[in-house]
């Protein structure tokens, strides 16, 4: 079965009901190295981008554009931009199209790197959500299945808990960081997830 915009719409209320689930963990997560809000701004963002997606029609495209602009102007802090040139990303690689084969998700995990790389110009290992979206596209690249995918992620998040915080917010407290995990990292394990449970079908 191919995945249609239905599919689509659905995967965004799926991302939405998940941040919504995690926003106080992830807030206490963001509480030790950061402001305390990384959950807020996660499930305001995904929330937008969810009825956005909703409300849009077209193609593939059209509806992740479309999340892609409400995530940007519901996220005033730095996850806002990088969402939202990450998801313009993946509306691309979704292409004008009314449904693609489940198994091109994995060029959506792919692309949502890609964008956040462009936008942020981070690099793996400065504890960031790029610690999990980096692991999980090369898994998606090389063809991996969701599982493996989702556990590339997990694994990624898991990592920054070692590392030393030289970008955002994190970045003042130094050593300090360490031995906590980066919340973005973790909220992008977690967004990988569903759209692994969405490529499986």
Known sequence: ????TDDLKALFAALAARMQAERDALCALDGVIGDADH????????????????????????????????????????SGPLYATGLLRAGKAAGPRQSMPRDELRQLIVAIRDGIVQRGKAEPGQKTMLDAWAPAAEAAASGAGPDAIAEAARAGAESTR????????????????????????????????????????
């Not at 994190?170 to 394990?189: F, I, K």
Request: no cysteine; net charge negative; proline share 2%.
């Open 162 to 201: 070692a590392m030393v915080a030289t970008l955002g917010r994190a970045a003042r407290l130094g050593d300090r960081s360490v031995g906590h995990p980066d919340p973005g990292a973790v909220s992008a394990s977690m967004l990988v997830e569903e759209i692994g449970r969405a490529m499986r079908g």
């Open 39 to 78: 959950g807020i701004a996660m499930e305001q963002g995904m929330s937008a981008a969810a009825k956005a997606a909703e409300a849009a029609d077209g193609t593939l495209q059209d509806i992740i554009n479309a999340a892609a602009k409400a995530f940007l102007n519901a996220v005033g802090a730095s």
């Open 1 to 4: 079965m191919d995945f249609t």
